[in-house]
């Protein structure tokens, strides 16, 4: 079970910060941040590893977002800064498993951020 959560409405240059909880995985996993345009798709936002040492941003998200996460749980959290209308998104979280050499995303439902004045 994958649930993010912290999403809403925020002027451009605004900051918030999602969180994302995933449960019923075997120890810690790599989860990511994704996010959903209307009319472009989904587009990965960042990713960060099972220990939390190591993170990769996608170009928009550097300098502006930060993934981290808690120690030794799957719980993970994205702060984003500066923010800007076309950030404007459903963004959602996957909690991500090796399978025979396949990655799975296990997805939640997404939390809205609107970014509007």
């Known amino acids: 079970h994958v649930a993010e959560s912290g999403g809403g409405v925020v002027q451009p240059g605004g900051s918030l910060k999602l969180s994302c909880a995933a449960s019923g995985f075997k120890g810690t996993v790599p989860m990511r941040w994704y996010r959903e345009i209307s009319g472009k798709g989904r587009e990965l936002v960042g990713e960060i590893d099972s220990t939390g040492e190591s993170t990769n941003y996608a170009a928009f998200a550097k300098g502006r977002f930060i993934m981290s996460r808690d120690t030794n749980e799957n719980t993970i959290f994205l702060q984003m800064n500066n923010l800007q209308v076309e950030d404007t998104a459903v963004y959602r979280c996957?909690?991500?498993?090796?399978?025979?050499?396949?990655?799975?995303?296990?997805w939640g439902q997404g939390t809205q951020v609107t970014v509007s004045l």
């Open positions: 996957s909690a991500v498993t090796v399978v025979f050499g396949a990655a799975h995303d296990y």
